[in-house]
């Protein structure tokens, strides 16, 4: 008893204690049509951000995470124009919209983004838009203003700690690049990170600063275009995680007639600690433990719960309404954002595949000098499974193009003259063991392995290994998994052409 009490005085409720913060990522499904007002969309928005922001401090949470475009969508420089507000630069300045209550009377996003972080003492992060005067400036678009996709992050007391300007938009044409190249990362009273935006992932900047030694994560938002085998969200975010040895924080939005949806946290080392992925239209707060860098292990606690306009409960079954195909090549156009669930597959059309033929066996293809072998063992084979491999310059929508080398098994249906083209989610095919390996060039290798009705494996399943002779994964298991693809993708970030936006 005595012990307790001493306890109790000499350790008091500091965070920095611990052996872990409590991190809460928001999938948001935005509300607003063209038809809504500005203010009202800017309103409905921000109180759904009040609601998962207190039930994520009720869940002890040190941080939340928004998603991109999560407070007005996408636009062109006129519609923008209604949202965006002047963000200091808080190397300049210290602002804290909060507390200067008149000073950003007018800048309603902000503000309430600070008062949420000071009234729940949480860390926020959230994307917006700044609008800066620019005129003289020699880039300075005809209307005299520059347009940026920026995150925000504030402190426990409501004071802006980062402003961060999106260095790789993803179309975006109401948007400005950001001017240079920024230094991101921030400390908080339990960890360094970064803070990225979308398509930021796919370049190398973000994976360098994550593998600075001083930190620990990067805290991420984005809204994200799912392209099947190996390039969907939480394949995404899980590989990225494991590949850079990072913490990620990732927040999307639900829209999944739009392409997108979700969420989760994701370890350097553990892979997922909790996430969600269901297209339904509903917004959901993902929330779990993160052991701090010095420390191994703490048992995540993860919990998500669904958030709508009149209701919240605890989300039980994720993944419940994933279907089976969300192919823009096979379905219909979505008419409801909420529900139609979309995706785009990336570009296979150079790649190299061999379809897999006995319940077990060895297979090899190549690709532009790179060599993938397949050894495999199933259960019987009940769907077509293919081998594909590819190396080069991989030309992304029409517009973008970076250097990678990919070696895959997917489940995957012929469209066309091709082969292979459609991506569907489930399978009635178990396997026990895939040993799947290349002679990549790669420094840097993202590794995902997914099961029937998009799942991701447990990194407990799975071992992957980079040796002088290139990069493998071996997934492993007795009773067997529906798996849908296994995937490793090589990014060779030094042979990348330049990122024109
Ligand atoms: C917006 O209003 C117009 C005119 O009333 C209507 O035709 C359109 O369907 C509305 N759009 C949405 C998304 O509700
Ligand atoms: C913050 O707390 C104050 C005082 O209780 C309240 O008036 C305000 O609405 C709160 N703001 C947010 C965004 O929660
Ligand atoms: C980036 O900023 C952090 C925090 O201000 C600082 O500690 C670090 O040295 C900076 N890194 C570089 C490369 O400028
Ligand atoms: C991964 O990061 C942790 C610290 O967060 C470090 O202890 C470990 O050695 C790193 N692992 C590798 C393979 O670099
Ligand atoms: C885990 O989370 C649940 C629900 O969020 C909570 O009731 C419980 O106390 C937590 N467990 C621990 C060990 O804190
Ligand atoms: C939420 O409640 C309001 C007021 O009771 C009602 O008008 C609205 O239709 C409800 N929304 C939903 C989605 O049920
Ligand atoms: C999808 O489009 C095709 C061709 O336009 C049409 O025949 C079919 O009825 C549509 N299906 C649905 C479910 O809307
Ligand atoms: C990969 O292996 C194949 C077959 O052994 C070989 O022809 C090719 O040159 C190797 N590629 C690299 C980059 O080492
Ligand atoms: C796919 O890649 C091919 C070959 O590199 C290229 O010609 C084509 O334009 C790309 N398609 C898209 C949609 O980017
Ligand atoms: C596949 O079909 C498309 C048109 O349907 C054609 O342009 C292309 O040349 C064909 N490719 C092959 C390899 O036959």
Redesign the pocket.
Known sequence: MLLAVVAILVFPRTEALRNFYTAAVFEHARFGTENDTARLIVDTNLGFYKKATEIAKSKGADVIVFPEYGIFSPGDRPQLKNYLEMIPDPRKVRANPCEEHEAYSQRPILQTLSCLARNNSMFIVANTGDIQNCEGDPDCPSDGVFHFNTNVVFDREGALLVRYHKEHLFYEFGMDLAREQQNTTFVTDFGTFATYICFDIDFERMSQVARWPAV?GVMFSTMWVEQPPQMKSIQVWESWALGN??TLLASNIQLPGANALGSGIFH??KGALAYSFDPDGISKLVVARVPK??FHWVSPNASITAITENRTWDWEDDGKDVPLECSTKLLNESTDIYKDYRCIEENVTKYTFKELEGSSGHVEACNNGLCCSLDYFTGGLNDRFFLGVFSGIYHHFRRYSWCEEDCILARCEALGNASCATFPMMSQTVFKYVHLRANFTSEMAYTTVLENGMRLVPVSEFAINHDLLGKSVRFENEAGRKLITVGIKGRCYDRDPPYHR
Request: net charge negative; hydrophobic share 15%.
């Open positions: 620990d040895n990072a350097g080392q860098s010095t």
